[in-house]
């Protein structure tokens, strides 16, 4: 009798272990799996938020990037000083790149289209629109190669140079101040994009950024 009774209580023992162990295994999976879900979204929504800002290299020709506006207020600056309709647009920022000595100055825009005939187009549209606008915009508005790019120039006041191209889905627009030749066609060189860096920089449209106050004047067509 006694022995019977000693075999059942070995025998719920047993039973009452492989419960708790059960619990114990579900509780970490459950456990390890929430973990998992708070730091995995995170990086890919840090992941995702490299757009417009990460296609612009971190340096460039030796200046640090400082990025201005990204994502919507970046949109806003623009449309705030553009006479014609901006479409299409899902993803944009303004950088500023500056020596330490200040003597070389250089404003970068980077804008993202749905796809590469989008993005050459809205380069069209943006010389027509200049042409259309006149003054500086249009009598000193051009088209060249550099750097293997088919670059439109333009000077509004006769001075100052102005520098726009679409490559792939992007379309680059730069402000150079004390610049050489040689050093304006290493930048658009540095601009340049292969396949691999665009499809690690394009995710979704970037979040809202900080906005701070913009030193360069945006278009005006």
Known sequence: MNARRSGYRNKHLRITLIIISIITVTIAIAVIGYLGYCHYPQEAEEAEAATAVAIAPEELLGMEKMTVASGE???TLVKQSHRGKIEHVRDMAIMHYMNTNGSKFLTLWTTLYPSDEI???EARKMAAG???WGDGWASNLNATTIAGKQVYITSPDGITYHYFWADHEWVFYIVPHN???EELKKAIQTLDLDINKQKRA?????????????TSRPLMW
Request: hydrophobic share 45%; proline share 8%; glycine share 0%.
């Open 73 to 75: 207020d970046a949109l």
């Open 119 to 121: 993005a050459y187009n």
């Open 130 to 132: 200049m042409r259309n």
């Open 179 to 181: 610049f050489s030749d």
């Open 202 to 214: 394009i995710a979704r449209p970037t979040p809202l950024l900080s906005l701070y106050y913009v």
